[in-house]
């Protein structure tokens, strides 16, 4: 659980770095956000698909993106893990 904890602020820390920068203009900002939501829809709908079978689950589960990734990545079982 240290990895994980230690992995996490790691990655806030380089996200906070990266996304903190004024000189980035609007375009490039959309482009970052757009491609963010689309990369975590399709892990979202891997991952619920992978977990549950269903095609209506992924689909909901993908609508929601970033947050089921993160719920999945707190409760995954063991089996899940690699």
């Keep these: ?5 230690l992995t996490f602020i790691v990655v806030l820390f380089v996200a906070y770095e990266t996304y903190s920068q004024d000189q980035i203009d609007s375009a490039t900002k959309r482009t970052v956000i757009y ?3 689309n990369f975590g829809s399709v892990i979202a709908a891997i991952t619920s698909w992978e977990r549950n079978k269903s095609v209506l689950w992924a689909v909901v589960h993908g609508i929601f993106s970033w947050f089921y990734v993160l719920y999945f990545v707190l409760t995954r079982k063991k ?4």
Excluded: A, L, S, T
């Excluded at 089996?79 to 690699?82: A, L, S, T, Y």
């Design 79 to 82: 089996g899940e893990r690699k």
């Design 1 to 5: 659980m240290k990895k994980f904890y």
């Design 35 to 37: 491609n963010g939501i």
